[in-house]
Every structure is written in C-alpha cells, then in structure tokens.
C-alpha cells in the first residue's frame, strides 16, 4: 500500500512530466481516431495501432522510430512492438519525471554534441544510452 508522502511525490512526477504528456496526447488521439487503441499501464498511458489497421503499413514504414515517448505518453506503431520496448520506453518515462519540460531541449542539445563530436545523434544521445543500458533485462 502507497503512503501519502509516496503518493505525494508520485503525483508531483506526473506534474512535472506533464508538457511532455501534453505533447504527446495530439498523436495519441490521433491514433485512436484510425482505429488503434490506449491503455494505462506500468504509469503511462500507451497507445498504439491495432494489428490489420487500414493503413499500418503505410504508416510503419513512413515512420523513423518503433515508439517515441512524450512524458507519460507512450506511442508505439503495434502492441506486439510496445511489447519489445516498452522497458526502453519507461525508462524515458522517468526521465521525464526527472527532467520535466527541460527534457526536450536536453534530449536535443545531446544530440547536438553528438552531431558536432562526430557521432551518432540517435544511437549516441545520451538519454537513449541510458535508456538501453536500465532497460535490459
């Protein structure tokens, strides 16, 4: 059982995520509105499209990511992918409940310093080393 103060601080990391959730609520609705799906889970509202979706795989392939995390918002293109990453993804989750409405100009200036330094802006940012390195199993 969560005490108050647990409680407390919980609700004070989803406030503080909360301009990232908000970025992420306009895709998510968009999903819904073709046909996929949402749920709260492990303290994010995921979203996804549903298998045999018109259009899936248009929408799939135009995409440059599996999932992308908004806050508590999570968007993934099919459940069975949510399914592979999701542990990636709350690892984004927290970060945001770290970070706040500072994540995204973070999230950018890594992949920025990665730019300038040669590297790779995804694969190198720091927040997706992180997010590979506390999510495996």
Request: proline letters at 3%; a positive charge; aromatic letters at 12%.
């Amino acid at each position: 059982m969560q005490t108050g103060m647990h409680k407390a601080v919980q609700f004070m990391k989803i406030v503080w995520a909360s301009p990232g959730s908000l970025v992420g609520l306009l895709p998510g609705l968009v999903i819904l509105l073709c046909g996929g799906r949402a749920r709260c889970k492990h303290g994010a509202i995921e979203f996804c499209l549903r298998q045999g979706v018109a259009n899936c795989g248009a929408i799939e392939r135009s995409l440059p990511y599996r999932a992308i995390t908004f806050g508590h918002i999570i968007i993934a293109i099919t459940a069975e992918e949510l399914e592979c990453i999701r542990a990636h993804e709350l690892v984004h989750v927290r970060q945001y409940e770290r970070w706040g409405i500072f994540f995204f100009p973070a999230y950018l200036g890594s992949s920025l310093w990665q730019l300038l330094r040669g590297r790779r802006v995804y694969w190198d940012n720091y927040f997706e080393v992180q997010a590979r390195q506390q999510s495996v199993h």
